[in-house]
């Protein structure tokens, strides 16, 4: 039987009581009951209402937390650890706080080796950026976590601002607090030695919304790549979609549309149209080693 935390324990079994706590008389009428325990030689029976002494040779357990001290037990307990040190494997583990994220050693070998960077994808709905970045982060040989800043935002469950049914001050507010929180993300996986790869549809030509509140929240050394394919592929892998992440065709034309302003940026950009996931992948990890070694101008 379990009991509440905190509350009274059931009286103990014992002579003369039954598994509920009642006498065993009032539980097996007819029957005078167990018969009474003698003392041990040289000790005097109890007087009336006093507890027992303690059975010899069996060690009276400590009163848990919060409990009275079991009749006979005068132990204090275990004495607690001085403070700041860790005992067994479950102490508190201090981790470092997340700061502002620099920019990334060069790797050694190919690619983005074992580098410990945050990395920013941009690109239009259906442009593939969740799939492509959830894989290079899982074949990544050092730990690389993925954040999807859609998927963030729809952490809020009532009251969840759709942009499909409207910009306005609530759903771009719920959009900020959304980048903010991915932000924090980055930086504290970043300052524990974590890569983190993030995705978003950043326009160039919405400031408010753009690329520095990005490098507001993560840090100079935040490393964005955008990733257009054609309008069709687009149009062709928002149709497969589902929910409130299936936007209009119309919708989607005009949003592929604004992201043509990336080129001429600086930031890199490429072009999957006809890349797999895998090949976009590997082609984004040359990518962010030459950004690395080259850091665009954004």
């Known amino acids: 039987m379990q009991h509440a935390v ?39 029976p109890p007087a009336p209402g006093q507890a027992p002494p303690p059975a ?16 006979g037990w005068s132990g204090t307990g275990p004495t607690p650890p001085p403070a700041g040190q860790v005992t067994g494997h479950t102490g508190h583990v201090q981790l470092p706080p997340g700061g502002p994220v620099p920019l990334p050693a060069p790797p050694a070998g190919a690619g983005t080796g074992g580098a410990t960077l945050a990395v920013l994808l941009i690109g239009p709905a259906g442009a593939g950026k969740t799939t492509v970045a959830k894989l290079w982060a899982a074949r990544r040989r050092v730990p690389t976590a993925h954040v999807s800043l859609d998927d963030v ?76 394919p054609g309008l069709e592929i687009v149009l062709e892998r928002n149709a497969a979609r589902s929910g409130n992440r299936r936007l209009s065709d119309e919708e989607v034309a005009r949003i592929h549309g604004r992201m043509a302003g990336w080129y001429g940026s600086g930031l890199p950009i490429i072009d999957n149209s006809t890349y797999d996931v895998e090949t976009t992948a590997r082609v984004l990890d040359d990518v962010l080693a030459r950004s690395i070694a080259s850091p665009p101008a954004w």
């Open 6 to 44: 905190g509350a009274p324990l059931p009286p103990p079994h014992g002579p003369g009581i039954g598994h509920v706590g009642r006498p065993y008389q009032a539980q097996h009428a007819g029957h005078p009951g167990p018969p009474p325990i003698s003392p041990p030689p040289g000790q005097a």
């Open 56 to 71: 010899q040779g069996r060690p009276q357990q400590p009163a848990a937390p919060g409990q009275a001290p079991q009749p």
């Open 153 to 228: 935002r729809e952490w809020v469950c009532s009251g969840f601002a759709d942009p499909q049914a409207g910009w306005n001050d609530h759903s771009e507010a719920q959009y900020r607090l959304a980048r903010r929180t991915c932000g924090f993300a980055a930086r504290n996986f970043l300052a524990n030695g974590i890569s983190c790869i993030l995705d978003d549809a950043v326009f160039p030509d919405r400031p408010v919304v753009g690329l520095g509140g990005w490098k507001r929240h993560v840090g100079p050394g935040l490393l964005p790549v955008v990733l257009l």
